[in-house]
């Protein structure tokens, strides 16, 4: 039985060392229950996380790191991490100890009861802005209705998957990595943990307002047709106004009481209005559009520049053709 653990990490050279202990320590844990391997995603960092990578490889065989070629974000740099491990069960981890390592102990005895997808869900959240959970709460609201696939309320991107559902999942050849959403989408059996989210223990959080908005507008348009749907309802609805002014009108003409300059508000109001549908509706649309066009181009998700050592790929390579 092999575990791998995958980390993206982004400018995290701070928390770094607290992590290198705590992965030591959790290794150590599980040496005797099962082999372990680390993969350690740099991120484009700007930082000195890539040589504390290197050097925490050297040392210990089992960590494994990859770096890309720049900044891709979070997702991209999770997805491939998650291409590089080998292991029978895989868990994807923050890299700043905001999910806890002992956490794992509990995703892997899921999984060895039988489950394929198990999601740690945030039971209590320290350290976050009011803001963060304020958006985050709404969000994951919106996206349960929204959304044509099912993922778990408050749950991040820390969760085991199993070999088998790590291969479909990387079989979808999705172009707009929203992984919440894919996990939610593959199937297979799932189970849950509750843990309590504990603060960052250095750095800062490298989700700005606008990264948060683009993921959020990723989550909702990668899985979700609702706002197509949308634009459909708006139209229906705005024709009701209509009608009613049409019947207004005519009902005005056969009763020969003209009132042509009373009727200049409701006139302007409905042009404004349909107006904006139309901005609405080809807005939604372009969404779609530009994701489209980027999904027919079909460039590579991500360069890598650095490995610690070959083996961490055709490592990978290996286990695709067994
Ligand atoms: N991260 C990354 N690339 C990015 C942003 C973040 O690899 O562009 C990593 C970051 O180093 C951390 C994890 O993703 O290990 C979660 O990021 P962060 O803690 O900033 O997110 P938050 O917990 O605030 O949602
Ligand atoms: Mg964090």
Redesign the pocket.
């Known amino acids: 039985m092999k575990l791998s653990l995958v980390?993206?990490?982004?400018?995290?050279e701070k928390v770094f060392p607290s992590l290198r202990t705590e992965l030591a320590r959790f290794m150590q844990i599980l040496g005797a229950q099962a082999e372990v391997e680390v993969i350690l995603?740099n991120?484009g960092s700007r930082d000195e996380t890539w040589s504390q990578i290197m050097a925490f490889a050297k040392a210990d065989p089992r960590v494994k790191g990859v770096g890309l070629s720049r900044?891709f974000?979070?997702q991209i740099?999770l997805y491939c991490g998650y291409r590089l491990a080998t292991g029978d069960a895989i868990v994807s981890l923050?890299?700043?100890l905001?999910d806890p390592p002992e956490v794992i102990l509990q995703l892997w005895e899921k999984w060895r009861q039988g489950a394929d997808v198990v999601f740690a869900v945030r039971k209590q959240r320290h350290g976050e802005s009011a803001f963060k959970l304020f958006t985050a709460h709404w969000f994951y609201k919106l996206m349960s209705r929204l959304a044509d696939t099912e993922a778990p309320l408050d749950c991040?991107d820390f969760r085991l998957l199993s070999r088998r559902a790590l291969d479909a999942l990387l079989r979808m050849g999705d172009q707009q990595i929203y992984l919440r959403g894919m996990v939610g989408w593959i199937g297979y059996n799932t189970a849950t943990v509750e843990y309590d989210r504990p603060a960052?223990v250095a750095g800062e959080?490298?989700?700005n307002l606008v990264k948060m908005i683009r993921f959020a507008l990723d989550g909702i348009f990668s899985f979700s047709q609702f706002p197509l749907r949308l634009c459909l309802i708006l139209c229906v609805a705005a024709t009701v106004p209509f009608l009613y002014y049409l019947a207004r009108a005519f009902y005005l003409k056969f009763t020969g009481s003209h009132d042509l300059v009373p009727g200049w508000t409701s006139l302007l109001l409905c042009i404004i209005a349909f107006g904006c549908i139309n901005i609405v509706a080809l807005a939604i649309l372009g969404e779609y559009v530009g994701r489209i066009y980027d999904a027919v181009k079909q460039r590579p998700l991500y360069y890598v520049k650095d490995l610690t050592s070959p083996e961490v790929i055709t490592a990978a390579s290996q286990r695709k053709n067994d």
């Open positions: 980390i993206p990490l982004y400018n995290e995603v991120d900044n974000g979070h740099a923050d890299g700043d905001q991040g960052r959080t490298k989700f």
